[in-house]
């Protein structure tokens, strides 16, 4: 749920500034349907509950969507907040190719559930405890976010990131016009944001 904040605080943000959400209609970003498709893997995946070779390749395609989201962000770095988001995204992949999994610290999820019985399910591959032997732990689910239960998260440095430079993105996004432009010469129409 701490990856929905990203974009909440960016309208927020953008209003703020002056921006309109119907500009959010013309933004357009490199790659659009592989983001679509890496973000549906992303939200549908986690949920898939399965063990041996099953898990395996349900985990191996989850994991290949953080590097498609990752050539998404590379693609539009020119894009305010989209390397920032880049950055978090390569932290996040960094730590769940290392350690098989994000890892999430007992204290954090004691924090959130009440209970670190209630945590991690034996069929959630998305996810393994932190210990001693946890590679970039630093990186790792650390954070508790508190908050209602339904928003109540564990987060870790990169999610940070990324939800600040999705923020950045939207409100940038807000506040830009589309502008198209006519070439007398050539009769071409140009696209150009201000």
Same mark, same amino acid.
């Given at each position: ?36 498709? %890496?973000?549906?893997?992303? %939200?549908?995946?986690?949920?898939? @509950? ?20 990752? $050539?998404?962000?590379? $693609? ?31 204290? %954090? ?12 399910? *034996?069929?959630?591959? %998305? ?5 001693? $032997? ?18 109540? *998260?564990?987060? *870790? ?13 939207? $409100?940038?996004?807000? @506040? ?19």
């Amino acid at each position: 749920m701490i990856l929905l904040a990203g974009p909440f605080m960016g309208v927020v943000l953008g209003l703020v500034a002056g921006g309109k959400v119907s500009n959010l209609a013309h933004a357009r970003l490199r790659g659009e349907w592989l983001l679509f498709i %890496a973000l549906v893997l992303q %939200a549908l995946l986690p949920t898939v @509950r399965s063990a041996g070779v099953a898990r395996d390749v349900v985990y191996s395609v989850w994991l290949g969507s953080f590097f498609v989201l990752l $050539a998404v962000c590379l $693609a539009n770095c020119r894009h305010p907040g989209l390397s920032i988001a880049g950055v978090g995204m390569l932290l996040n992949t960094v730590v769940i190719a290392l350690n098989g999994g994000m890892p999430v610290a007992a204290e %954090a999820l004691t924090v959130v559930k009440g209970t670190f019985a209630s945590g991690l399910s *034996s069929t959630d591959f %998305a996810h393994v405890v932190l210990t001693a $032997a946890t590679r970039a732990a630093a990186l790792a689910d650390v954070m508790p976010v508190p908050g209602p239960t339904w928003l109540r *998260s564990i987060a *870790s440095a990169g999610d940070l990131m990324l939800c600040c430079g999705v923020a950045t993105y939207v $409100a940038y996004a807000m @506040r830009t016009l589309p502008v198209v432009a006519r070439s007398s010469d050539a009769g071409l129409s140009v696209s150009v944001a201000k």
